[in-house]
């Protein structure tokens, strides 16, 4: 299987990648002329540069290749305008797919993401017959993604490429070339002093496993479906306990309420405005407060899809992102980390070093 994975610095397609090495396989990454490689550069792949939003620059990418894992879409909830976003979203997996046809490409699997799937102010599990509505409410990347879904499965009719969605829930782990909202979970709590947790729940992935749910989704998906890619459905009061102890700062103390959420997350974006540094939360954020994103992975599991724990994906997040920039000092001089996690750092580096990386991790 010859394959191209677009986004290709982004923290999916960087394990995608090397998801794709480890089976033996020997991937074309794509990315934009200015994107930060730091991440994939070492990896011993193709890489080659081009624009999801200039078609002119896909078609090279795209010759000969039997799959397209198209990726390039940034999860964001600060930085980007929501129409960059959705022309991105939208335009940009038109591009990929036309492209795709034009090159004899049989197959697309595109990332898209559980909150398409919905969410609920109850303990509830949703799959994929359920359906997020384009509540204007709603942040400017659900929106996107939304929006995503429904015109690629449309143009992918169209134009007689077989697609196929990845639907992640919140995916931690290594080798990101940015944050991101799904790690930023975690170092938010561990910068915050108060030690506060908020309602609600959510679905922790591997970002490991993500990735090799999308070859699986490659080889055996069914045309025109969706698969959540997922693992355990946790309480957040659960999910910033677990970081506690793996991390070994406090535990959660205080429950803060949507309003106090959403006060916090304003100052923190005022704060980022003056300072230039990205907001710790957002009210975007701060609105998904009080829901449940829990979902059933059940359908992929079929296909084999075997997920690690939730502890072990939080464990490599942890290690990865504790000797990082995302961390500060002051941080990371008040963490005690569990055995669990030096565990992860040694595996990461070792299967760093099997891919030819040396202590990359």
């Not at 299987?1 to 995608?16: F, P, Q, Y």
């Not at 509830?124 to 509540?135: C, F, G, L, P, V």
């Not at 995503?148 to 169209?158: K, P």
């Amino acid at each position: 299987m010859k394959a191209l994975v677009t986004g290709a610095n982004g923290l999916i397609g960087a394990n995608l990648l090397r998801e794709l090495l480890r089976k033996g396989l020997a991937p074309t990454g794509l990315v934009r002329p200015t994107a930060d490689l730091s991440s994939i550069g070492a990896l011993p792949i193709e890489l080659m540069t081009g624009d999801v939003l200039a078609p002119e620059s896909l078609a090279p990418a795209m010759a000969g290749q039997d799959v397209v894992f198209h990726t390039a879409v940034a999860f964001s909830y600060w930085g980007h305008e929501p129409a960059e976003m959705a022309r991105t979203a939208i335009e940009g997996s038109l591009n990929i797919l036309t492209a795709a046809a034009q090159a004899g490409v049989k197959r697309v699997v595109m990332t898209s993401s559980s909150v398409t799937l919905g969410a609920s102010y109850r303990p509830e599990i949703r799959d994929e017959a359920s359906s997020a509505q384009d509540d204007p409410d709603e942040s400017a990347y659900v929106l996107a993604k939304i929006a995503q879904e429904r015109e690629a499965l449309a143009a992918a009719r169209r134009l007689g490429v077989e697609i196929v969605f990845a639907c992640p829930t919140m995916s931690v782990g290594p080798f990101g070339a940015s944050l991101g909202p799904s790690n930023g979970i975690l170092t938010s709590y561990l910068a915050d002093p108060l030690r506060m947790t908020w309602a609600g729940g959510c679905n922790i992935v591997s970002v490991r496993d993500v990735a090799a749910g999308h070859i699986l989704l490659a080889r055996h998906g069914a045309a025109g479906e969706r698969y959540v890619l997922g693992s355990e459905n946790l309480d957040w009061r659960d999910i910033h306990a677990m970081v506690a102890d793996l991390a070994g700062v406090g535990a959660p103390r205080t429950t803060a309420s949507a309003v106090a959420c959403y006060s916090l997350a304003a100052a923190e974006e005022l704060r980022a405005r003056l300072t230039g540094k990205a907001p710790l939360a957002t009210r975007a954020q701060a609105r998904m407060v009080g829901r449940y994103y829990w979902y059933d992975h059940g359908r992929v599991g079929a296909l084999g899809y075997r997920p690690r724990p939730a502890r072990e994906a939080l464990a490599e997040a942890l290690a990865w992102l504790s000797p990082s920039p995302h961390i500060s000092r002051e941080t990371r001089t008040g963490m005690r980390l569990a055995a669990e996690v030096h565990a992860a750092r040694r595996a990461t580096a070792l299967d760093e070093a099997r891919l030819g990386l040396g202590s990359a991790a």
